[in-house]
């Protein structure tokens, strides 16, 4: 499991291209009969990709998080982005198409994924934060997730917003986790952005098309920088930063939190004639 130190503002305004990557962007998290894990400093946050093909695989504890298993002492959200699968959470198999969501509270023991078409394999997306205390293990399809319909044609950002986790929704300690996906010709997201002190944010890139890629904007509001993002990767976002992104096509993400609060509303503002 990779491990990425937090990094300050102070420092990415001296970062080049391939540093600035190195720190933020996880480039290879869906591998076939795999689970990849990367483990942020930022909220202590496990960020994971499972892609089961031909056999399934399963979740397993690693040395540096000092337990007997993985979610020992942890909660995990986990979106499928792919072909329809099974996670199999102690003896109980949980059915999950594309766009659903499971969450799997602290004290969960075995966790087994696979998929039911090896042509069209299952690409579960996880995130995954300390928790304090046991939460309820639930499943959430894209119909159950609140759908929100945002955006405009004038401002190319009109959107579909699906809550899975969250106050108002599949509780947990203090995983926030949710998806949008933008409709066809709408490239832009979060514009004008915001940032949140109170939680740190990871953002998981899908259904970018081929050759096509997201220019995802980060750094202070007046300070910021871009990273080219690929299909299938991911952005470790601070709290200090902004996230926001535009595609050179239509695409959808995942984004999930940690920290104080799962207000989803929390957010700090700014204003797009103060971004630099």
């Known amino acids: 499991m990779k491990y990425i130190l937090e990094t300050g503002p102070n420092e990415v305004k001296g970062m080049t291209t391939a540093v600035l990557r190195e720190n933020f962007l996880l480039e290879d998290l869906m591998q076939n009969e795999a689970i990849q894990a990367v483990y942020s400093a930022y909220e202590r946050f496990v960020i994971l990709g499972a892609k089961p093909v031909e056999k399934s695989v399963k979740l397993e504890t690693y040395p540096s998080l000092k337990s007997e298993y993985f979610l ?25 198409d594309k766009l659903s969501c499971l969450y799997l509270g602290k004290g969960t023991e075995e966790v087994v994924f696979s998929s039911h078409s090896q042509s069209d394999p299952a690409l579960f997306f996880m995130l995954s934060t300390p928790a304090h205390t046991v939460m309820p293990n639930r499943l959430f399809s894209k119909e159950e997730a609140s759908p929100v319909e945002l955006g405009t044609p004038e401002n190319v950002n009109q959107r579909t917003i699906y809550k ?4 108002d929704g599949i509780d947990s300690c203090q995983l926030v986790m949710g998806l949008t996906v933008l409709k066809s010709g709408n490239i832009w997201n ?3 952005p915001h940032t949140h002190d109170r939680r740190s944010e990871v953002y998981f890139y899908f259904d970018v098309q081929e050759n096509n890629a997201v220019f995802h904007f980060m750094g202070a509001p007046d300070e910021t920088r871009h990273l080219v993002v690929q299909n299938h990767q991911a952005i470790i976002s601070p709290p200090w930063s902004i996230h926001s992104g535009a595609g050179t096509a239509s695409y959808s993400f995942i984004w999930g939190m940690g920290g104080e609060n799962k207000d989803f509303t929390d957010m700090d503002l700014l204003d797009i004639s103060h971004i630099k």
């Open 164 to 167: 899975y986790i969250h106050q």
């Open 72 to 96: 020992q002492r942890r909660e995990i959200g986990i979106i499928n982005v792919g072909g329809s699968g099974l996670i199999t959470v102690d003896g109980i198999g949980y059915h999950l």
């Open 190 to 192: 979060t514009m004008p």
